[in-house]
């Protein structure tokens, strides 16, 4: 079974601190990877995509990937207390169409 | 705008009533997907299509019903088999083979369906 596992949290930092949100797969032949950002009562929104090794930033956001380690982390630079939310971590796996298994979600609290 | 729309975004069933989710994009998609969320859960797959008249089963799809007639228009079907229909619905699509962030799924706002 093939499987993304994420600390459910909450964690809370308080407003212009680093959040670091980690994730870790089962399936070595996972080739993307994804953080979506979901606040309460609504529909998961796609915030930063990586695929290979490596960090990628985007403004506040950075990812990081280490493939050999299985793992993918999102560092929120500067957080606000609108990055509070549900950060949902989703892999796809080589072969599956294109389908992603997601984890539960790191819910996320920013304090002023 | 492009994007994509989910129908109605509450509603109420009774027990024994089959009842039909929306989703519908107008984002050139390919592929498209329904999921389902449970308070504290993470989203599981229920139905997925890859191309227009063909679809698969995902992890839960005993209950549910989909159909894909048209490439913008992916319903779902809740039918009286479903035994906790209670949750958060979404839809989501993913872009064309072969273009940049093919693997990316956008999601739709959601129906979130109350067993009555």
């Known amino acids: 079974q093939k499987e993304v596992e994420q600390n459910s949290g909450p964690l809370s930092v308080p407003e212009g601190a680093i959040a670091s949100l980690n994730c870790t797969y089962s399936?070595?032949?996972?080739?993307?990877f994804f953080w979506y950002r979901q606040y309460s009562g609504k529909s998961p929104e796609l915030i930063m995509s990586i695929y290979s090794n490596g960090d990628k930033e985007d403004g506040r956001f950075t990812a990081q990937l280490n493939k050999a380690s299985q793992y993918v982390s999102l560092l929120i630079r500067d957080s606000q207390p609108s990055d509070s939310a549900t950060y949902l971590c989703?892999?796809?796996?080589?072969?599956?169409?294109?389908?992603?298994?997601f984890g539960k979600g790191t819910k996320l609290s920013v304090k002023p | 705008d492009g994007g994509i729309t989910q129908s109605p975004k509450y509603l109420f069933r009774k027990e024994g009533q089959n009842v039909t989710l929306s989703c519908e994009q107008n984002?050139?998609?390919?592929?498209m997907y329904w999921y389902r969320q449970d308070p504290g859960q993470g989203l599981r797959l229920i139905y997925y299509s890859q191309i227009v008249n063909d679809f698969q089963k995902g992890d839960i799809a005993e209950g549910y019903s989909v159909s894909r007639e048209k490439k913008e228009s992916f319903p779902l079907t809740v039918t009286s088999a479903q035994k906790n229909p209670t949750a958060f619905y979404l839809c989501?699509?993913?872009?064309?083979?072969?273009?940049?962030?093919?693997?990316?799924?956008?999601f739709g706002p959601g129906t979130r369906l109350t067993v009555l």
């Open positions: 399936d070595r032949v996972s080739q993307s």
């Open positions: 989501a699509s993913r872009g064309l083979a072969g273009s940049l962030g093919y693997n990316e799924q956008f």
């Open positions: 989703a892999v796809n796996i080589r072969g599956s169409q294109g389908n992603l298994i």
């Open positions: 984002l050139n998609h390919d592929a």
